[in-house]
Structures are given as structure tokens and as C-alpha cells.
T-cell receptor, first 113, second 113 residues
């Protein structure tokens, strides 16, 4: 799976949008971009994933650049409970394979009041 | 009980002791993963099951680590002759089908003293 690069840490004011960037310049055509987050003392939680189109769900939006070499996860109105480590992962989207998620170091997002 | 359940939540073992960690995946989920997460690091893949078949064990760090899923549901990760470097959080994840986004349990924190 392609390697991803994320900032080590970021701060965000409560109520503001949190924009978390991720570089994946070596992504292949059949690899999806996944985002998970891990709140302290919990297991990772799925947020969203996409291939090339922008995606939105109740948790977040995912913006993928046209060349697919980078993406941004957007939390539109960050709350204190969004403080967590956010992992950007690229993964082959083959429904016949049990491809594991390869986690990097992630971005530690601190939402401040 | 809709999520992935792991037990025990915490385990303290004396060096050299054998331990067994249990994972109850979401009912009906075909794929099951085990990960190891050292303090301050992202989770690292250990092994993968599709039903009862262990299809990938490339991440197991040594032959002291053994995992099984005999009936294709509950899985057990066993560590023999534990060492201090085995201290970590052990995470289990399951997905409905291969390739789908996995859901994680809360993990078992193992401390070897």
C-alpha cells in the first residue's frame, strides 16, 4: 500500500472547521483513501473513505485532489470530543481480498475551547 | 452488543507467562484482523482471518505469537513466554466482507512486568 504523509499535530478552535491534510503521491489507481480516528484509550473509528470523488457523511467531508496525490479531511464544526489522532490510509479496494489497513503516525488534533 | 468486543480490557502478566486474548467480532463478519499498538505509535498489523482460515500471518513478530479462529467467529490471540517488549494494546477488528471497512474493538492493554 502507498505511504501517506501527515502533519504530526494540529490545533483547532472549538466550533471552527478542522482541515486535516494528507499526502499520498504514490497512490495507485485502485487504491482508496481511508480516514480513521482514535480517541484516547479507544480503538480506531472509521470516518470516511473515497476513490476520486469528494465524499461527505454525517461525520466529515473528504476532498481528494484531481491527481489523487493528496486529500483533506474536513470536520465542519469541531467539538472538544473530536480531539483524537487522525489516520490517513491508502488501501487497495478489492472486495475479494482481506487487505489490512496500514497505519502511519497520524495527526494528533487538539480541539481547544 | 453490536460492536467488536475484546476481553480482558487489561492484562498484567509476569515475564515468561502465557496469555490469551479474546475477540468477539460483530456477528456474521467474515474478516477478522489483529493489530498491535505500542505506546505513542499507530496500530501494526499482526494477522488476518477470513472465516476460520488464517490467510495472512506475516505481521506476527515471533513464533511465540499464535492466533486462531476455529469456528469462524470468536478469535484468540495467544502469546507464549511473554517478554517486556510484548507490552502493548492488542486491537481486534472485523468487517462484514473482505475489502470492507473494518470496525475495531477497544483493545486489550497488556503489560508484562
Amino acid at each position: 500500500d502507498a505511504k501517506t504523509t501527515q502533519p504530526t499535530s494540529m490545533d483547532c478552535a472549538e466550533g471552527r472547521a478542522a482541515n486535516l491534510p494528507c499526502n499520498h503521491s504514490t497512490i495507485s489507481g485502485n487504491e482508496y483513501v481511508y480516514w480513521y480516528r482514535q480517541i484516547h484509550s479507544q480503538g480506531p473509528q472509521y470516518i470516511i473513505h473515497g476513490l476520486k470523488n469528494n465524499e461527505t457523511n454525517e461525520m466529515a467531508s473528504l476532498i481528494i485532489t484531481e491527481d489523487r496525490k493528496s486529500s483533506t479531511l474536513i470536520l465542519p464544526h469541531a467539538t472538544l470530543r473530536d480531539t483524537a489522532v487522525y489516520y490517513c490510509i491508502v488501501r487497495v479496494g478489492n472486495n475479494n481480498a482481506g487487505n489490512m489497513l496500514t497505519f502511519g503516525g497520524g495527526t494528533r488534533l487538539m480541539v481547544k475551547p | 452488543g453490536a460492536g467488536v468486543s475484546q476481553s480482558p480490557r487489561y492484562k498484567v502478566a509476569k515475564r515468561g507467562q502465557d496469555v490469551a486474548l479474546r475477540c468477539d467480532p460483530i456477528s456474521g463478519h467474515v474478516s477478522l484482523f489483529w493489530y498491535q499498538q505500542a505506546l505513542g505509535q499507530g496500530p501494526e498489523f499482526l494477522t488476518y482471518f477470513q472465516n476460520e482460515a488464517q490467510l495472512d500471518k506475516s505481521g506476527l513478530p515471533s513464533d511465540r505469537f499464535f492466533a486462531e479462529r476455529p469456528e469462524g467467529s470468536v478469535s484468540t490471540l495467544k502469546i507464549q513466554r511473554t517478554q517486556q517488549e510484548d507490552s502493548a494494546v492488542y486491537l481486534c477488528a472485523s468487517s462484514l466482507l473482505p475489502g470492507r471497512s473494518p470496525f475495531f474493538g477497544q483493545g486489550t492493554r497488556l503489560t508484562v512486568v
